[in-house]
């Protein structure tokens, strides 16, 4: 059972292990039928990915908990003729196929994207891999990590002794490996929509590496043009505005902090008179001349002695009754037991045999009138008898009957 009815209709065939497994996930979440191609012993190596399990030690992980719900799974040897003639069988029913291995897997299996077109002309054949499909590295095995190392995105250590916390040479967790699934679903949607008008299909790519270059513009756009672009005069020559302390974390009295976000000059006001320092507003903030930086070291000084003085909770408290932005400074258990985080229906549970109830992150998008409330991801192979059985009911001419009118076109 997928998530929303939003793509209800829709038939996604995937081959994809890790994270592109989520192209996947985030199309079951939404309502598309997603059937899981599995192979080998285990199937897909993120069921048993991460440092934590359920149940017992061979237990799934939350990276397959979440990235696979919703979907079916089948075993299928692609690489025997019986597996490719049943794969292909079941292309002919599908509206599009979710390559999420290293790029040209399929091709090389004998059932890519040109032969897929050759049994339904309406399929959208969506590749999913770390470095693409060309250039000098798109044989270089990847992962997570390295998306974001090889853009400039993640600071990398290089520690002499050897480190006590991070993964791969840091300790924040990498962005385009969690963007890699949102990207490829998006595109892959425009592309079905484009085949319901037009009934042709086409081949996307998505690869890892490209979305960790494309995610921060004032990274990459901005040193492509380094020679056809000019510091802003409003900004400080070390880069940051002139006004940075209003944009600043500040530690409280009980020790934890709040992202002070005042940068609008009306959120500064409501913020000084709230704590009645307005001799703050006589500080100019905005000009860059050369005392620039030591009157946004004096203010920086001030606000921390001042966010010292009241706990986290009751600045939350004051910033709401004067109109002020901002906002805690959470950890992840911090979070979620935040008030507004609990409010929001943020989360959902599920019954895991043996174990008990689950709790889970919900989607991120919000369906009116809707629940979110996929079920856990399959066991290995567990749909293969039901999806295999259903072939017999169409008729092999690419349109299954029960496909929606949308996915017909």
């Not at 040209?104 to 890519?112: A, F």
């Not at 008008?197 to 990459?220: F, H, K, N, Q, S």
């Not at 006004?243 to 959120?267: C, N």
Request: aromatic share 8%; net charge negative.
């Amino acid at each position: 059972m997928s998530g929303y009815s939003l793509l209800e209709g829709m038939r996604i065939l995937e081959v994809a292990q890790l994270a592109p497994s989520s192209v996947g996930g985030h199309l079951a979440d939404l309502g598309a039928e997603v059937i899981k191609i599995e192979s080998g012993p285990l199937g897909d190596p993120v069921r048993v990915g991460g440092s934590r399990a359920i149940g017992d030690e061979d237990g799934p992980s939350f990276m397959h908990l979440r990235w696979n719900r919703g979907k079916k799974s089948v075993a299928l040897d692609l690489r025997t003729d019986e597996g490719k003639r049943t794969f292909l069988d079941l292309a002919r029913t599908c509206d599009a196929v979710v390559e999420g291995m290293r790029g040209g897997y399929l091709d090389w299996l004998g059932v890519g994207y040109d032969r897929l077109r050759q049994v339904n002309p309406r399929i959208v054949f969506c590749t999913v891999s770390g470095m693409g499909s060309d250039g000098p590295y798109s044989q270089l095995g990847t992962g997570g990590p390295v998306f974001d190392a090889y853009a400039g995105l993640r600071e990398v250590r290089t520690p002499e002794e050897p480190p006590i916390d991070g993964i791969a040479g840091g300790t924040t967790p990498p962005m385009a490996m969690y963007a890699l699934g949102a990207y490829g679903a998006m595109g892959l949607l425009a592309a079905v929509h484009r085949a319901g008008r037009t009934g042709e299909g086409c081949r996307l790519e998505v690869a890892g590496i490209d979305v960790a270059a494309a995610w921060m513009p004032d990274l990459i756009d901005a040193e492509l043009n380094k020679d056809r672009s000019i510091p802003r005069p409003t900004w400080l020559p070390d880069g940051r505005l002139p006004d940075w302390p209003r944009l600043e974390a500040y530690r409280t009295k009980d020790g934890e902090a709040m992202l002070f976000g005042s940068h609008v000059e009306k959120f500064w006001r409501n913020f000084c008179l709230a704590v009645d320092r307005p001799d703050l507003l006589e500080i100019d903030l905005v000009s860059t001349d050369a005392e620039a930086p030591a009157r946004a070291d004096h203010v920086y000084r001030e606000l921390r002695e001042i966010f010292l003085q009241r706990t986290r909770d009751e600045w939350l408290a004051l910033f709401l009754e004067h109109e002020i932005a901002g906002g805690p400074v959470n950890s992840v258990s911090d979070m979620i037991a935040d008030p507004h985080f609990t409010s929001r229906s943020n989360t959902y549970r599920v019954e895991y045999e043996g174990v008990g109830e689950l709790e889970f992150v919900a989607s991120p998008i919000r369906v009116s009138g809707e629940e979110f409330a996929p079920a856990l991801p399959p066991k290995f192979g567990a749909d293969t008898d039901e999806v295999l059985a259903g072939l017999s009911c169409h008729d092999g001419s690419g349109d299954p009957s029960g496909r929606s009118a949308a996915a017909r076109g």
